[in-house]
């Protein structure tokens, strides 16, 4: 399994700003993962993140509203930029090991 | 259509009742199938893995798959109150890049003394 870490673990912010979501990971993995899981709704891909590239978006997100940063094999950053109601969710980062994806304990945010 | 078809419930069963929970999935090129346990307020929880059809047997869970009729199950045995939670199941067509995951709705379940 994987030991996977997320700050903040919650947080409420006001329309227009942004938050930086941080993902930390026990040991080296070649692929993280950022889903969004809305409520009522499934888990939704954001982006695919690869160390030393520039992160791979899903059809409906793009680098401007959601910035990724890989600096390395055990962290990555997650972006919500200009932030408004309908982005309102549980972040929650993964990890890739061998076949199976593990999950962090996500980040939920409410902006008003 | 959604990709994955997966009922919301609530599902409420007794105490040591069989729980059934299932999927539907439109998509052939799915070879990887799993089930997460998501309590409220955590994370997805990694339960079942199974690639392709067949069986998987692990203590009171089993995993279905039925590729030929797109039907994926998760079967719980003696179900307990711990085990109370969503359950979502997940699929991909592949590993390493080919990775990505597509998750049904979930299923709430209630498992009552």
Redesign the interface.
Known sequence: SAVISQKPSRDICQRGTSLTIQCQVDSQVTMMFWYRQQPGQSLTLIATANQGSEATYESGFVIDKFPISRPNLTFSTLTVSNMSPEDSSIYLCSVDRGNEQFFGPGTRLTVL | Q?E?E?D?GPLSVPEGAIVSLNCTYSNSAFQ?F?W?RQYS??????LM?T?SSGNKEDGRFTAQVDKSSKYISLFIRDSQPSDSATY?C?MSEG???A????????TRLQVTL
Do not use: D, H, I, N
Not at chain 2, 41 to 46: D, S
Not at chain 2, 99 to 106: A, D, N, P
């Open positions: 959604k994955v997966q919301p990887y799993m997460y307020r955590k994370g997805p929880e990694l893995y690639y979502l997940a590993t390493g890049t990775s990505k995951l597509t998750f049904g709705t979930g």
